[in-house]
């Protein structure tokens, strides 16, 4: 045993002394604290004589082998097999990059995308397991957040339209709302025959097209909720025959006037709309559940 | 060859960096080339929707507001679909904005009508209680600039072929045209024509009186603009 293997024995023995002086005491009956102790030892023993080997190597190896062509200024360079390691190193990055290229990149590389859509494919999962059966209240809470985001922009927090820039939804119709619609027909909520305009409006009463006064008295009829006589024949006569005679509407035929239902709020949803105030877009972003619940929130809005 | 290089240090950089370059060009110029191209439904600007743009970057709009969905289902759920590189191929420049003082706009179009913005824009906070954005009642009587408008619509179409007077595909399977007209007087003629169609939704009786008169208003360029974002 000479000097330097003497030495590599003694620093070894010193790391690992120093090792357990460290952590020793923290060793108790934690196998993977053992674990990692055996795995100190190793490391220190394999690292000392590998590097002895190498000392010992550039002490005692002479130049020799063959030198290459090449020489800079006098200074040549011998020419050396490539170490086995090296090459199955070498070879084997050559078919990983072909995997990479071929597959590797195109079919696993991470995408933003990718996880954004798992992100709401998840997101959904839940939602509609969370929201599967939901009561009435639960409905309405649900589309009162939704209208806040959505609807309050224009229809105000409240709901009244802000000063008529938007279509006030605490009551049903409003009397301009009504008078608009009457002389000019409607026809965006997808039903399959749109409302006429006044001149095609009779009266079945008395079998003319509906008059300037009868128009008054049946606005400030369907405004007022449809209480009173002042109106109401010419509602019986004109309005009745598609929207009924409660004003609750007909399935394809005609929605309700008389009150907002679930129905109804989905068909604006669905189409948008534009009257005396203005335009409303479309909104077909929102899931089927969120229409349902804003179709609940609005019917009780004006309850 | 390797040892010619070898001796010629300065071609040996460039051998080196071709050979690194190559797999960045081979993973980036394809996708980015792909990207690029204007998403099917993209339109150029027409001549009242771009002075409207004009009125939107002189009025530093994007100061505050962004025109940049980005993949979250938040702000999906909020703005609607994520923005594609491919929707901004006639925005000179981008307006992507780096700042949210105020919500983002990229798709204000699908959600908000001209007669909200004529209310928002004379008095945000009696539209949106808590609002800080100032009012921008100047829009209402300064005049737009059509003429540069009309001076960029031909420069890209020119410079940039940008696809004016061409069927454009649309995303239901249509064909569209955006229309240059031939001179300034015809680009006029047509703003003027967009223009009466948007004051018509409006309520503002000194706008509609200047549109009546052959004048178009900022405010009406702007939400020609504010319109056409989808």
Known sequence: ????????????????????????????????????????????????????????????????????????????????????????????????????????????????????????????????????????????EMGGSIFIVQCAPCHGLQADGIDGKAANLTVRLEEKTIKHVINNGQGMLGYPAPMPDRNGLMNMNTNALITDAEIDAVAKYVAGGMKGTEGADVFAGTCAACHGPDGKGMEMVAPSIADFNPTLVADVLKHGKKGAIGAMPAFNNLTEVQVKALGAYVTDLSK | MFHWLEKHPFFFAVAVFVVISFAGLIEILPNFAQASQPVVGTKPYSTLELAGRHVYIKNSCNACHSQLVRPFKSETDRYGHYSL????????????????????????????????????MKDPAAVVPGSIMPAYRWLFKNTADIDTAYAEQVTVNKVFAVPYNAEIPMADGSKSTVKLAATLEEAHADALEEAKAIAADMKDQDVKDAVAAGQIPEIVALIAYMNSLK
């Open chain 1, 1 to 140: 045993m000479n000097k330097l293997m003497v030495f590599g024995v003694v620093f070894v023995a010193a790391l690992l002394g120093l090792t357990w002086v460290i952590a020793g005491g923290q060793m108790g009956d934690d196998i993977v604290n053992k674990l990692a102790m055996l795995g100190a030892v190793a490391t220190a023993t394999i690292a000392i004589f590998v590097a002895l080997k190498y000392i010992r190597q550039m002490q005692t190896d002479k130049a020799s082998g063959k030198l290459a062509d090449e020489n800079w200024d006098g200074i040549g360079e011998y020419k050396n097999e490539l170490p086995f390691g090296w090459a199955v190193i070498f070879l084997g990055l050559n078919i990983w990059a072909i995997w990479y290229f071929l597959a590797g990149y195109p079919v696993n590389a991470y995408s933003q995308i990718g996880e954004y859509n798992e992100d709401v494919a998840a997101h959904d999962a839940k939602f509609e397991a969370q929201h599967a059966n939901m009561d009435e209240e639960t409905l309405k």
């Open chain 2, 85 to 120: 590189s491919g929707e901004y191929a006639y925005d000179r420049p981008f307006l992507w904005g780096s700042k949210r003082t105020g919500p983002d706009l990229m798709r204000v179009g699908n959600y908000r009508t001209t007669d909200w913005h004529e209310n928002h």
